[in-house]
T-cell receptor, first 112, second 114 residues
């Protein structure tokens, strides 16, 4: 079993929809949680970063972390065609600090 | 500010041939990473450098893979000999402060082994 599990999708939604992306993990030492966005044939870029449990909002994006359930989510409000990409959750902490462990990524397509 | 630069972007080789990838990180970033990304998968760490020291190479297949980071700046990842299963994207990333969780990735080097 992988340390980080992410539903690969693909996920297809109409423009304006609310999108929910999720990851579960097994390593209780993880404390830092990130969401990266990767466009086709590009490298990943950091979208959101949270430490420990709680919520963080940045514009149309909200990241949630529930350490008790080992579950993290990314919500995208008013989704746009430009949001079409692969979304990767990533995390680090404990003895793995400094090494990001990624989920396999969820492919999202937002239709006009 | 220039981002992480990788070359070549694309490489096609026959199996058993050698191949090398080069990475120039963002200026001032002491930490450099090489990640492997298979199709439909997330990146997996191969090796992490702090300056010129490899601090985590536990996932690097040392029988055929090697890496170096001379003078703590540029880095080279080599595969010799390449196998069919090595076909993937090799991503280089650098970071200034791991506390922010922000790694800056290059566009990757896409390897196809025939």
């Amino acid at each position: 079993q992988k340390e980080v599990e992410q539903d690969p999708g693909p996920l297809s939604v109409p423009e304006g929809a609310i999108v929910s992306l999720n990851c579960t993990y097994s390593n209780s030492a993880f404390q830092y949680f990130m969401w990266y966005r990767q466009y086709s044939r590009k490298g990943p870029e950091l979208l959101m970063y949270t430490y420990s449990s709680g919520n963080k909002e940045d514009g149309r994006f909200t990241a949630q972390v529930d350490k008790s359930s080992k579950y993290i989510s990314l919500f995208i409000r008013d989704s746009q065609p430009s949001d079409s990409a692969t979304y990767l959750c990533a995390m680090t902490g404990g003895t793995s600090y400094g090494k990001l462990t990624f989920g396999q990524g969820t492919i999202l397509t937002v239709h006009p | 500010e220039a981002g992480v630069v990788q070359s070549p972007r694309y490489k096609i080789i026959e199996k058993k041939q050698p191949v090398a990838f080069w990475c120039n990180p963002i200026s001032g970033h002491n930490t450099l990473y090489w990640y492997l990304q298979n199709l439909g998968q997330g990146p997996e760490l191969l090796i992490r450098y702090e300056n010129e020291e490899a601090v985590d190479d536990s996932q690097l297949p040392k029988d055929r893979f090697s890496a170096e980071r001379l003078k703590g700046v540029d880095s080279t990842l080599k595969i010799q000999p390449a196998e069919l299963g090595d076909s993937a994207v090799y991503l280089c990333a650098s970071s200034l402060d791991m506390n922010t969780g922000e790694l800056f990735f290059g566009e990757g080097s896409r390897l196809t082994v025939l």
